[in-house]
């Protein structure tokens, strides 16, 4: 049934309920109501009412203005299902996910043969970021903050999670790591730590679109019985940011975008994942601290003449 027969129907329903109170009104006004002493001080008949002998009982006669306010509390009642009935469509919720274009663990493997362990810790997110709506920013300096097609444009999962799941399913299908959990469940030989602090469609002002994405980690390497105090320390801290133009103006185009972004900036050659892999493959120095590159020493001079 389309809106406007709905709105017929509900209006005609009203029509017919407002001339019965109509009515009502009339014969409570005209003198003549069932059940009252007429002129001659008779009172007429009043069938299926409650009866003291002749007439109607005065506790049994309704208030003055009963039959006119429930008259108006249904008029009223009417109007708001006429209301309901004409309303508009509901609109139409399509969900998205990010859909990177490589499969998950590529470029992964890990040539040395050694196979360490690695714990990911849930997803950390920018509290405007983790919206189930499809971020949109634009106007001078980005500060209008929408949503895209007014929030019916949605993400499936909550973006923090979202990513929480592709990066732990890049872990685990890789075969960089020989095994990969969740942190707070085993132990791990490495901890990574993850924030999501960008995902969005940015429109410039000269009208141009396009998807950011932006990451920060933190690399925990992990060693039972070392020096106390530093079973865990930070091995490695960074950020990696990119972007990707909107090929038009659709939302499977934003949402197309926002997933290249996101590839961009977590998988090798110059994501997030591209450190993790180097840094867990090269050797631990002394005191546990892999991002500390090894420098060639300067040639010594020439001795001082000796005095």
């Known amino acids: 049934m389309t809106p406007l027969s709905r709105c017929t129907a509900a209006l005609s329903r009203c029509a017919a309920v407002l001339s019965r109170c109509a009515a009502v009104r009339s014969i409570m006004h005209n003198g003549n109501i069932v059940g009252s002493p007429t002129m001659s001080g008779e009172a007429l008949p009043t069938p299926g009412w409650r009866h003291c002998g002749v007439g109607i009982c005065a506790d049994s006669r309704p208030a003055p203005g009963f039959w006119w306010n429930r008259a108006v509390g249904t008029a009223v009642l009417f109007l708001c299902v006429l209301l309901a009935g004409c309303r508009s469509d509901p609109v139409t919720v399509r969900q998205y996910v990010l859909a990177p274009s490589r499969p998950a663990g590529e470029g992964a493997a890990d040539p040395t043969g050694s196979a360490p362990s690695i714990a990911l810790?849930?997803?950390?997110?920018?509290?405007?970021?983790?919206?189930?709506?499809?971020?949109?920013?634009?106007?001078?300096?980005?500060?209008?903050?929408?949503?895209?097609?007014?929030?019916?444009?949605?993400?499936?999962?909550?973006?923090?999670?979202m990513v929480f799941e592709m990066v732990l399913k890049e872990l685990r299908e890789g075969d960089r790591f020989g095994r990969v959990v969740i942190a707070g469940q085993r132990s791990a030989d490495w901890v990574l730590r993850l924030e999501l602090a960008t995902l969005e469609v940015v429109v410039d002002e000269a009208g141009a679109a396009r998807a950011e994405c932006e990451l920060e980690a933190v690399l925990v390497r992990h060693t039972p019985g070392a020096t106390p105090g530093k079973e865990s320390e930070v091995a490695w801290t960074g950020r990696r940011s990119a972007s990707a133009p909107l090929a038009d103006r659709s939302t499977d185009a934003a949402v197309a975008a926002l997933s290249s972004a996101f590839e961009q900036a977590l998988r090798p050659p110059g994501g997030i994942l591209a450190e993790v892999y180097a840094r867990t493959r090269a050797p631990v120095a002394a005191e546990g601290k892999p991002d500390v590159e090894a420098r060639p020493e300067a040639p010594a001079g020439p001795e001082p003449p000796v005095q």
Do not use: F
């Open 121 to 161: 810790e849930r997803v950390r997110t920018n509290p405007l970021a983790n919206q189930d709506r499809i971020l949109l920013r634009g106007g001078p300096g980005g500060r209008e903050v929408r949503w895209l097609e007014d929030g019916s444009a949605r993400w499936a999962l909550l973006p923090g999670d």
